[in-house]
């Protein structure tokens, strides 16, 4: 990295190619024969908002009534990723979902690479090209953002990221520039109120500022330099203020427009302080202690004053995001990167763990240039120094921000790379270092980042790939055609039933409105379905929600049984005994767990339930031998009630020989009970061929008790079910 013969246009380009190749090598498992196939949970709503979009720009989807059935729900995520992503496809006139799929799936790439573009000029403004070029390099390489600028990564963090990472860079340039301050200022005003408009977490990120100001501001009262960071972020956040004024009052802005006036109103009495404090010729020390002791005064006012105009909830959202100790089991990515010791084991001794300590090393090393420097430079290097902290405060947080923090890790790492080189250049009297040496140790530190994206773009196949995908397209080919599934203002004629994770799947791949989905609506009520003992319980549900059909999935009942357990405020362990046989785990069910509705479902085929039917499954069988197919879906029916006519004394039941859609065989029984007249029991399947998976022979009911048993074959059709219809037997 000599000067010599070189060109950093073209070193930006080559990092801008490497960046190409491998968010296109990372996202080739989503370019598929029959279209794109996205590659996790989210991205399928987003998807579903810009074909929306292309169709009807530049109207958003803001209420959808495919979600969270019958009830509908309004959308809370704000436009911007979203009508960036259809407008392009209204530009290269692409109309068709398949069209509209296909440009949607490269706008993530194409915001990732211009996320390169920023980290390089933040760094070559801050430093010099060698440590821009290999920030550059880092953060093409950074793994969990890979995730999210790789093809059909159609989610909002991508442009999140790179909005923050904007943001920044300008407010950089407008406090290293003072000339062209406030123009610098005015572009980073406009980047944040972007951020707001494309997340409405934003305001974790806006946050931020009010710390590096006080942080800022006590430096320069301490030094007594002129004060130009606070008046560089009041100007940025007052403009972004006025950009997103118009949608104040929304859903979606609201959040975001009252922690932008916040955080004006707080930089303005802050700057005041400093001028005030300057002019008398105070202590700098009074201005951290006043801030202090304001901030904790505010904290524990806000509740009793009333709020203070909604700033109580405002300081619980962000607590909540900037620590998500409250999601632990619930949602994963919302979870501490560390909250216990087997998870600290896992994190620290890990590739992540050493890019963790090394780029606190650092930040360690940044401080020391920080010491080195004065001026506007100096003020400009606090800024991304403390942004970059912060990023690594958030992560420890919630792990979700890796996507953000792993790029500050890889900037860091370069810093610190390039500070050990130099100060081994000045050990050697002036020698010129070996080419090879310093290489290697670049390599060296670049190696755990290096693997980190290499492993998570060897496998990143589509979540929904396989039995899932293939289950979601089964249901849309048999089942009812839903209403008002393109313009979702009305509800629908019905729903399905699922765990919330496969929402969006089902929505978008099969078309159907959904109880509960990965906004987490309608998750109590699917809570409470899947762990009910009771199957009246279980009918009850289904029929407040409109549901018709059920999925039960392999992952739901051994995987995600915890988060279930979690949600529904009982004991996993309860559910299911854990047994270590060397090194291998078992997890068996307990008999609490087969009386659930999903254990019935799942694990037994709806087995002495009456209006829960298999109607298919898939290919692939998981666990035991046998094993049970990786999904099944249960079509909910009025079920035929059969009553039979016989004495009190008399135990009676039905049995069925069943085929399933993969001709394996299994028999569904049921028990009747007495009623005060009769002996009913309802039955879910018609002797009739309504599905792939039916009836082998007809219904073998049967009544008696010590002193003999009778049977009888019973014909069951299916408007008989359809309708619940009685059937009265007679022995």
Not at 342 to 355: A, D, I, K, R, Y
Not at 638 to 650: C, E, F, K, T, V
Not at 660 to 683: C, H, I, M, P
Request: overall charge neutral; proline content about 4%.
């Amino acid at each position: 990295m000599d000067q010599g013969r070189r060109s950093e246009p073209l070193e930006l380009i080559a990092v801008i190619f490497f960046g190409l190749i491998l968010k296109l090598f990372a996202g080739r498992n989503s370019l598929t024969e029959d279209g794109i196939m996205l590659p996790g949970y989210d991205e399928y709503y987003h998807m579903r908002r810009i074909v929306h979009g292309a169709g009807s720009f530049p109207d958003v989807l803001w209420f959808d009534s495919y979600l969270n059935y019958p009830h509908g729900l309004s959308i809370s995520w704000p436009p911007l990723f979203d009508q960036i992503s259809a407008a392009l496809c209204i530009i290269l006139g692409q109309n068709t979902r398949a069209g509209v799929e296909m440009t949607a799936a490269f706008v993530p790439v194409v915001i990732g690479l211009l996320a390169l573009v920023v980290v390089y000029y933040m760094m070559r403004e801050l430093f010099d090209h060698r440590v821009a070029l290999l920030s550059s390099i880092m953060a093409a390489l950074a793994p969990y953002y890979l995730l999210y600028t790789m093809v059909a990564a159609t989610d909002h963090h991508s442009l999140e990221v790179f909005l923050q990472l904007l943001s920044l860079l300008f407010l950089i340039l407008a406090v290293s520039r003072p000339r062209r301050r406030w123009l610098f200022a005015s572009a980073g005003g406009v980047a944040l109120a972007a951020l707001a408009y494309t997340w409405q977490g934003a305001d974790v990120y806006l946050g931020a500022y009010l710390l590096i100001a006080a942080v800022a501001l006590s430096l320069e009262l301490r030094d007594g330099s002129p004060l130009r960071v606070a008046p560089t972020l009041l100007a940025a956040f007052l403009l972004a203020l006025l950009l997103v004024l118009p949608y104040r009052d929304t859903l979606w802005m609201s959040p975001s427009f009252l922690g932008l006036a916040a955080i004006l109103a707080a930089l303005a009495i802050m700057l005041a302080l400093a001028h005030l404090l300057a002019r008398r010729g105070a202590s700098w020390k009074a201005f951290p202690l006043a801030i202090l002791v304001a901030s904790l005064a505010l904290i524990l006012l806000s509740r009793p004053l009333g709020g203070l105009f909604g700033l109580e909830s405002l300081i619980r959202m962000g607590l909540g995001y900037i620590w998500g100790g409250g999601m632990i089991g619930l949602i994963g990515e919302a979870e501490p990167l560390i909250y216990s010791m087997e998870t600290f084991s896992q994190v620290m001794f890990s590739w992540l763990g050493l890019n963790i300590l090394l780029s606190l090393a650092g930040a360690a090393a940044t401080m020391i240039y920080l010491r080195g420097v004065k001026g506007e430079r100096r003020q400009a290097l606090l800024l991304f120094l403390m942004w970059a902290v912060y990023s690594l405060v958030l992560t420890f947080g919630q792990s979700r921000f890796l996507y953000l923090s792993t790029i500050y890790m890889g900037i860091l790492i370069s810093i610190l790379a390039f500070y050990i080189l130099d100060n081994l250049k000045k050990s050697w009297e002036g020698k010129k270092a070996p080419r090879a040496l310093a290489a290697a140790f670049i390599l060296v530190l670049v190696l755990p980042t290096a693997i980190g994206a290499i492993s998570f773009a060897q496998n990143t196949p589509p979540a929904v790939a396989g039995d899932w995908y293939e289950s979601l397209l089964w249901l849309k080919e048999n089942s009812n055609t839903t209403s008002f599934y393109a313009d979702p203002r009305e509800a629908p004629e019905y729903s399905v039933m699922s765990w919330w994770d496969y929402g969006n799947w089902i929505l978008y791949l099969s078309e159907r409105a959904v109880v509960a989905n990965n906004f987490q609506s309608g998750v109590e009520d699917a809570v409470r379905f899947y762990l009910t003992e009771s199957e009246s319980e279980a009918a009850r549900i289904m029929d407040s929600r409109g549901a018709r059909y059920v999925f039960a999935d392999y992952s739901i009942a051994y995987g995600k049984l915890a988060s279930l357990a979690e949600w529904g405020g009982e004991d996993v362990n309860s559910y299911m005994l854990r047994e270590d046989r060397g090194d291998q785990v078992s997890l068996i069910p307990t008999e609490k767990f087969f009386n659930t509705t999903l254990g019935r479902l799942y694990l037994v085929d709806g087995t002495g339930m009456g209006r829960f039917r298999l109607i298919y499954e898939s290919q692939t069988l998981l666990g035991g031998n046998p094993g049970k197919s990786k999904v099944k879906i249960f079509q909910y029916v009025p079920g035929a009630l059969l009553r039979i006519h016989a004495s009190p004394d008399q135990k009676a039941g039905a049995l069925l020989n069943m085929s399933s859609n993969r001709e394996r065989k299994f028999v569904y029984v049921n028990q009747a009970t007495w009623n005060g007249d009769v002996l009913e029991l309802r039955v879910p399947y018609s002797t009739e061929k309504s599905y792939e998976t039916h009836a082998l022979d007809p219904y073998l009911v049967f009544s008696g008790n010590e002193a003999g048993v009778k049977t009888q074959m019973v014909e069951v059709s299916e408007e008989d079910v359809l309708l619940g219809r009685s059937i009265d037997i007679t022995f």
